[in-house]
């Protein structure tokens, strides 16, 4: 059951016109998720949520090199070599060498971070499970959304197209307005 102050904000959320509405609940989607992530990456491996991120990636998307985990994680090659270290300590993370190139190095998971990643997606899937429709379709249908918009999103950073559409800022005083 939702608090009177999560209420009124869900309400908020809902009544706001236009893809303004959908957008702050994609928000508070994504920064719920994080929290939660967050918390089983403190819990169940005693790592921040950096870490837990960059975990993820390799569980989800396989072994890759620094180079490509830093720019999804949106780090600096130093950094995202101080965070491998710390991995590769913490016994999360090993790194082996390239099959082509002898210059590089990949970066996997060790079997204790896989088990680890993956009871986090479980929990997270039983938490959302009880937040759905028990309607197959409806869940279908908010799983396709869910991905398209991570595509278009993806698209969206990656675009180099100088006329790619921007967004106007939004001003604290519109936000506050509508409650």
């Known amino acids: 059951m939702l608090g009177r102050a999560a209420a009124r904000y869900h309400g908020n959320l809902i009544n706001m016109e236009g893809d303004l509405g959908l957008a702050l609940s994609v928000r508070e989607l994504v920064l719920a998720g994080e929290r939660y992530r967050a918390r089983l990456a403190h819990d169940l491996l005693g790592i921040g949520p950096t870490e837990m991120i960059a975990l993820g990636i390799v569980q989800v998307e396989g072994r890759q090199t620094p180079s490509e985990l830093a720019r999804k994680v949106g780090m600096t090659s130093a ?99 509508r409650d």
Do not use: N
């Open 79 to 177: 950094s995202v070599t101080e965070l491998l270290d710390r991995l590769e300590r913490a016994q999360l993370v090993k790194r082996e060498a390239h099959p082509t190139d002898r210059r590089k190095v990949l970066v996997g998971l060790t079997p204790r971070a896989q088990e680890a990643v993956t009871t986090v997606y479980r929990r997270l899937d039983a938490v959302l499970a009880g937040a759905t429709s028990p309607d197959a379709d409806a869940r279908h249908l908010v799983t396709d959304f869910l991905h398209d918009a991570a595509a278009a999103l993806r698209d969206a950073v990656d675009s180099t197209d100088p006329a790619a559409p921007t967004a106007e800022p939004v001003s604290t005083a519109t936000l506050s307005d």
